[in-house]
């Protein structure tokens, strides 16, 4: 079921993803050659809790930390470990953060020292994906064309859409419906209306689509050990463009 919120719960969800931007802000000063993403974990829940708001993902189904770093072939829901990054590498690092019980969630990704051409390449269509799949996310639409035009862009470039994880609707839930896939037609799919509030947040691979995941359960990965990147924001429909909630 789908839940539309009301202006004061936007309010409330333009504060947690206030907290989830500015975690974001500081990440990105800590990135560098040498740190591990258990470093990084540390200091987002850190941050999060200081800021008076409860990290979304540690604990939701069981996931251990309280943000989910992904390394170059790993999609997403990556687990911290103490394994330094090097120059060259690309993470990904999702955030979720609740505050008087509504979430935001958003998701970035970010080079580690110097990375090569080709995947500075594949960051700056992947980001282009989701403003693109933004600008489709208005009244009258359909959730079909926020995933047909960032299909369609992606594949432009010769780049895989991943099929298996898709954006969400978002509020007292970290995952709420509708699904946003990041695929699909135009014209089909759940009617958007101002009040939806939803997660667009495509992961684009410089190879094909298929994923496969680790031992640990969690961790997802190309099929074909090609690199994945992937951009989020959380975002509010309302009577003109939408509200991203993500930003600061
Ligand atoms: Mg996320
Ligand atoms: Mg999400």
Avoid at 75 to 82: A, E, L, T, V
Avoid at 90 to 110: N, P
Avoid at 142 to 155: C, F, L, N, P, V
Avoid at 195 to 224: F, Q
Wanted: glycine fraction near 12%; hydrophobic fraction near 35%.
């Amino acid at each position: 079921m789908t839940i539309y919120k009301s202006a004061r719960e936007i309010a409330i969800m333009k504060e947690a993803g206030r907290i989830v931007a500015e975690c974001h802000a500081l990440l990105k000063e800590k990135i560098r050659p040498g740190i591990t993403t258990k470093e990084l974990d540390g200091i987002a829940e850190d941050f999060i809790k200081r800021s008076g708001a409860i990290p979304s993902f540690k604990g939701h189904q069981g996931f251990p930390a309280a943000i989910c770093t992904a390394v170059n072939d790993v999609i997403c829901h990556g687990i911290p470990d103490s394994r330094p990054l090097k120059s060259g590498d690309v993470i990904t690092i999702d955030v979720g953060a609740s505050i008087k019980g509504y979430h935001g969630d958003s998701a970035w990704s970010y080079a580690v020292g110097k990375v090569s051409p080709e995947i500075e390449r594949l960051m700056r269509v992947t980001k282009e994906c989701l403003f693109l799949g933004i600008e489709k996310a208005r009244g009258g639409n359909r959730i079909g064309d926020i995933g047909a035009t960032i299909q369609s862009h992606a594949e432009k470039h010769h780049y895989g859409v991943i099929r298996d994880f898709c954006g969400h609707g978002v509020g007292r839930s970290l995952w709420e419906d509708p699904q946003v896939p990041h695929y699909g037609h135009q014209g089909r799919g759940v009617l958007i209306m101002p009040g939806l509030t939803i997660a667009i947040e495509p992961m684009i691979t410089n190879g094909g689509w298929k994923m496969k995941v680790d031992p640990d359960g969690w961790t997802a990965r190309t099929a074909d050990g090609s690199i994945c990147v992937q951009y989020e924001h959380t975002i509010a429909i309302t009577e003109g463009d939408a509200v991203i909630l993500t930003q600061l």
